[in-house]
């Protein structure tokens, strides 16, 4: 198989994140054109022992730090609330980190790969990242949820990360008037509720009224993922693990196109 063949299906999402690392599309877009014709040019090699796209990014970090390029400049950024800038305003190193597992989807093992890093290194930077996260997007949180212990759970996870729960539902009416009462930068819900009503129409009543980033924590995810409709960015299934749901929060809060205002 050729080099091109093997590469193509991903030359689509280093350019993804080449432009969110750089923070601007033709900066992005340069430097994974010059990591490919160093590959042409057999100037780089793709490491045998890596897998095809990990050994790609790989080769664009190699790239990268060969020029001497820097994530540290600031000067360009306005004062726009959305993701692009957020990333710009993350620790550089922790910021390649967090976009690699969080936007990309490798695991912290093959980050260190692409890094260079120790893989517990990458997990130190990722948690630095998501601390920083949560305290810029710290936000009022609404947990529609109808297991008590469950419920008190979250909170407990909500609150750690410097949010506040400012409501808590059973139901998909008091889902409902609770977002009335008080309208909430982030959602965490169940899919089946006390009284049998739906967590899902509940989350598709409130989105109908504001733009929010909401969580589905769930036992019975298949509901969820049928294909018959869009499905959620985030979906975690439980038992969850408090970690799991910590990054979760801070992705969703951090790739949301517009930071949600807090009701006066």
């Given at each position: ?29 340069n ?55 957020r ?24 980050a ?35 297991e008590a212990i ?35 930068g ?27 980033p ?51």
């Amino acid at each position: 198989m050729s080099l091109l063949a093997r590469l193509a299906p991903h030359l689509p999402y280093v350019r993804r994140y080449a432009r969110a690392l750089t923070g601007d599309q033709t900066t992005g877009d340069n430097y994974v054109r010059v990591a490919l014709e160093a590959l042409a040019a057999g100037e780089r090699q793709l490491p045998a022992e890596m897998t095809p796209r990990v050994a790609l990014y790989h080769v664009f970090h190699a790239i990268w730090a060969s020029t001497g390029a820097r994530l540290e400049d600031q000067s360009g950024l306005d004062n726009r609330d959305d993701p692009s800038n957020r990333l710009m305003r993350i620790a550089p190193r922790s910021r390649q980190a967090f976009l690699l597992t969080a936007l990309e989807g490798f695991t912290p093992s093959e980050a260190a790969q692409i890094l260079d890093a120790d893989a517990q290194d990458v997990e130190r930077l990722i948690g630095e990242a998501q601390s920083d996260i949560d305290a810029e997007l710290a936000t009022d949180v609404l947990i529609i949820e109808d297991e008590a212990i469950i419920s008190a759970d979250i909170e407990s996870l909500v609150k750690e990360l410097g949010h506040r729960v400012t409501g808590t539902a059973t139901t998909h009416d008091e889902a409902v008037d609770a977002v009335a009462r008080h309208r909430p930068g982030l959602v965490l819900a169940d899919i089946q509720l006390a009284d049998g009503s739906s967590g899902i129409d509940a989350v598709k009543d409130i989105l109908k009224r504001i733009d929010v980033p909401v969580i589905f924590i769930t036992a019975f995810p298949e509901r969820l993922l049928t294909g018959e409709r869009p499905e959620p960015t985030f979906l975690i299934t439980k038992p969850f693990q408090p970690e799991t749901v910590k990054a979760a929060i801070s992705q969703a809060l951090f790739f949301h196109p517009s930071r949600q205002k807090e009701a006066a």
